[in-house]
């Protein structure tokens, strides 16, 4: 993530162990948890209440337009002390209509705000806007449902940001950038292959996980010409869509419709929608909507009341103090409720506590015990929270229904994140072969794996396979095809494709849930570009003439997706039938580097084979492997995969296998 700074830092360091003095002052401020927070609209009027415990007064502004003019009515609001809210009414339904808060803090008036629970906006955020939710949902909206997950470790997720996958003009997709890109079916590339949501189809992904897709503060939604780009982890106002993703910014239903409108795409498509959310910081400091309506509360402080700043961008949110913990929780069931959300992507996740996270699964379960929450388990600066309450990584374990990127599988397959020119496992380097093994097994508990070795973590952290995320890459630093060159250089293309494909061959045949980000399918590459958060299109945007180019790795995926969402060895559910069902072969990797050979077996997890052997070479030269004796299927070999396992068959023995490449076998 992050605006400010190269981030995709991994292990904590030694930090602050307190909570801040500063802080403490905000624990018994009051609270307050109804459902009308801001604004509501009903058969007797329209409703505001604004949280606000501090506030010396407090006024709603009324407006016609969702960005200039002046307001057509100043209300002042009635405080009440038991819960910290001000509030007004109208008799009349304003729909159509925009407004403003303003409170007076200390004996001054703040600048005008939306609030913190805006649903609808004007262009650009500034206004909040009062419309008629019912009016925004698509035709079919009512039986609209994302697909069913029985377990997380079936799912499989595909990073995109929204001009990535259309601005291209090879995308034929008309709606270029836009929510509504998603929804056009039978687009093609010159070539005339699948673009778009028939290409997502193809690939047999089962979730897209979209980059932040709320009203983020950076792209001007008056001047959509210039085709600024952003990633959008700049978040403004959280519980409504980014404007520049619509097809008019200014009209405030319009966003809301045409998100819903690529959901529904999706979820017809049988794919469900992650959302990536960045509840960790606001764009602004004081200027923030936290700050204007509440100032103080929802951002920690160090001792001296200065901002602490973990997420390396100016400020860090207050998830342990209680109203913050309920916008979170509310916020993420808001999306669920409205937008039939399938999951979330916590962003910067360990700067939220344990008890946070634990709260936002357990309420998003009740609604649909299909959402999957996963997050970045780490920072991206120290905190005031205490290392032991954050939901790091290695607190995976006091978290049961959340997962966590493993950036062990990722720094070890590919070479370390922070050094272009470092290889990895799956290109040639000594010394990654235990951390690859932690991947597998994803961190989990194993007899045959010493976390000690481990590059990154050094015990087993996860308690389940459904608490891992596996990836080799993400919109975060170099694409998979960029570091390949650049680590790669010097050897030919054939030899980078391979390695992608052994690469991706680790992720798909791991346990835990694989992570794929968009257009590595196609071997995308940012130009070299390793933080493209703010990059044009030129750097962004996926050229899909290269399906047609690297089709052999286009269907090189589909492959293993169509092999993993077929055999259920691939999705174990728990540590124990890891520990039970996995075997590694013994390999001296002093004398054999590069090479890991294992096999899930006793038709693992109720596979119908009895035996799946998976050997892993990512040595520059071949390596000979002496296979049990048997009647074997070949699955796959030198960069060919049959998810039918119709490549061949072997009795075993000796068999070679060529540099960065993957051997799969199967018995039934
Ligand atoms: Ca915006």
Redesign the pocket.
């Known amino acids: 993530m992050a605006a400010t700074l190269l981030t995709c830092s991994c292990a904590p360091m030694l930090w602050a162990q307190t909570n801040s003095t500063y802080d403490a002052q905000f624990i018994s401020w009051p609270t307050y948890n109804g459902n009308d927070l801001e604004l509501s609209v009903d058969a007797s009027g329209t409703h505001f209440r604004l949280w606000s415990p501090k506030a010396k007064e407090a006024r709603v502004n009324l407006y016609d337009n969702g960005h200039t003019g002046k307001p057509f009515q100043v209300i002042p609001m009635k405080f009440d002390a038991a819960t910290g809210t001000w509030s007004a009414s109208v008799p009349e339904k304003l729909y159509g209509k925009f407004y403003t808060f303003q409170i007076n803090s200390d004996g001054k008036w703040l600048a005008e705000t939306p609030g913190v629970w805006a649903k609808a ?1 004007g262009v ?2 500034s206004r909040a806007a009062i419309i008629d939710f019912a009016s925004t949902d698509p035709e079919g909206w009512a039986a609209d449902k994302g697909p069913e997950v029985k377990n997380f470790t079936d799912v499989v997720l595909y990073e995109m940001h929204h001009r990535d996958m259309s601005m291209h003009p090879s995308s034929g997709i008309a709606n270029k950038g836009k929510f509504l890109a998603l929804t056009e079916h039978g687009t093609l590339s010159p070539e005339g292959l699948a673009t778009g949501i028939d290409h997502l189809k193809e690939l047999g992904v089962t979730h897209v996980h979209i980059l932040p897709s709320y ?5 001007d ?1 008056m001047n959509l010409q210039n085709n600024t780009y952003n990633w ?1 982890y700049d978040p ?2 959280y519980n409504a869509p ?3 993703y619509s097809t008019n ?1 200014s009209a405030p239903a319009t966003r809301v419709r045409e998100m819903k409108e690529m959901i529904k795409a999706l979820h017809d498509a049988g794919i469900g929608v992650v959302m990536d959310v960045v509840y960790n910081h606001t764009a602004e400091n004081d200027n923030s909507n936290f700050e204007l309506t509440a100032p103080g509360y929802y951002h920690r402080h160090w001792d001296d009341g200065r901002y602490s700043d973990a997420s390396g961008c100016g400020n860090e949110t207050a998830s342990d103090l209680a109203q913050m913990r309920d916008y979170i929780v509310n916020s993420t069931k808001y999306w669920a409720d409205e937008y039939h959300i399938d999951g979330f992507r916590f962003d910067l996740m360990a700067i939220h506590d344990t008890e946070t996270m634990n709260q936002v699964a357990a309420e998003l379960k009740k609604i649909n015990p299909s959402i999957f929450v996963y997050g970045e388990g780490w920072t991206a600066g120290d905190s005031p929270l205490q290392p032991e309450r954050r939901a790091l990584k290695e607190n995976v374990s006091k978290m049961e229904n959340i997962a966590v990127f493993s950036d062990d599988i990722r720094d070890a397959v590919k070479g370390h994140y922070t050094n272009a020119d470092d290889r990895g496992f799956a290109t040639g380097k000594p010394g990654n072969e235990e951390t690859v093994k932690i991947g597998i097994v994803a961190a989990t508990p194993h007899p045959q794996v010493d976390f000690k070795k481990g590059n990154n973590s050094k015990f087993a952290y996860a308690m389940s396979p459904e608490m891992i995320v596996n990836y080799v890459s993400c919109h975060d630093d170099l694409t998979l095809t960029d570091k390949l060159r650049r680590s790669m250089a010097g050897e030919p293309e054939e030899n980078m494709l391979e390695a992608a494909k052994l690469a991706q061959t680790i992720v798909f045949t791991s346990q835990g849930t694989p992570f794929m980000f968009a257009g590595e399918e196609v071997f995308r590459d940012k130009k070299g570009v390793h933080n493209s958060y703010k990059s044009p299109d030129s750097i962004n945007a996926i050229d899909w003439s290269q399906k047609a180019k690297y089709h052999d790795l286009f269907d090189y995926y589909k492959g293993l997706i169509e092999l993993r969402k077929s055999h259920p060895a691939f999705r174990m559910t728990t540590a124990a039938d890891i520990a039970k069902h996995l075997k590694f072969d013994k390999i001296d990797s002093k004398k054999t580097p590069n090479l890991i050979s294992y096999s899930l077996t006793n038709h693992a997890n109720g596979d119908e084979w009895d035996e799946i052997k998976v050997i892993l070479n990512g040595a520059s030269e071949a390596r000979t492997v002496d296979v049990k004796k048997g009647d074997w299927m070949i699955v796959a070999a030198d960069g060919k995969i049959s998810p039918a396992g119709d490549l061949g068959t072997t009795k075993g023995g000796k068999m070679t296998i060529p540099a960065y490449s993957a051997l799969i076998l199967a018995r039934k």
Do not use: I, K, Q
């Open positions: 906006v650009n955020g009203d983020y503060n950076s792209v939604e959008g403004l106002n980014e404007g520049s910014p």
